[in-house]
């Protein structure tokens, strides 16, 4: 059981070499100091992609030298994204991050036919919490990238988390998809989802994972809420990953958790070749080193 994401550490990749790691439109301060206290701590080998005078100059500010990272030099934000991708498809990096530059611009590289990075799988946010108040890792998805998934898709987005998980050594996650309430309303679609999820989930249609639901925020992570509601449930206050009905309730409790609970956060885009390190503007730089490390623990 994972409980600190610094604990990530341990599924690195164990190569003779860092695994390397493109930032695209590398003038962004808050990428600048995760990028290099990654590289300084070992995690990956960086390889920056961008306005070089701009993050020079914003390295210096922070008292930071990249001298001896290697620079491709692009002053054009969306070339450098391109090159960036370009690089990944080349098989010359493993890692994507996102720099100073808009998501769908970065996305529109990604899923070029002739060089972009996809699979035919569906793209999708995943977001790992380290919560206080609570007695482990926690994942959520999808808060970024699909606005309001039908069942098809939340089934291609719980596949692209249950494989994270599965990486990181959690070969059963306890997936909790959450509604407003916890039992089935012909009025609220999520929780029409949530019973067919846990009904496909129990006659083998979705593996790797054990899925209820429709579950309420407060029974699929408090134990005693569930008992007081008399559900009984093996996901219900042991939860490894909460399933969103729709972005905003994502986005809203991404925030909140971040906010108002003072969490760590880590979090990537999944789906593609590689992971896509693609963090919320308003992140912090500890944010942004914490989802390299993920992207880095992830990275096949």
Known sequence: MLKKLDELRQFLPKTAKPIRLVLAASHDAHSIGAVVRAAEEGVIEPLFVGDKEKTVGLADVMQLSLKKFQFIDEQDAEQAVIKAVKLIHEKKAE????????????LKAVLNKEYGLRTGKLLSHFALFEVETYHKLIGVTDVAMNIAPNLDEKIAILNNAVGIFNKLNIQEPKVAVLGAVEQVNTSMNATLDAA?????????????????????????????????????????GDTDLLLMPDIEV?????KSLVFFAKA?????IVGATVPIVLTSRSDSEQAKFDSILLAAASAS
């Open 250 to 254: 994502g986005n809203v409790l991404y």
């Open 196 to 236: 067919l999820l846990s009904k496909m989930n129990q006659r083998g249609q979705i593996r790797n994972c054990l899925i209820d639901g429709p579950l309420a925020f407060d029974n699929a992570i408090s134990a005693e809420s569930a008992r007081h509601k008399e559900i009984k449930s093996e996901v219900a």
């Open 95 to 106: 890692v994507l991050m996102k720099g100073k530059i808009g998501t769908s611009i970065m």
């Open 264 to 268: 760590k956060v880590a979090s990537m």
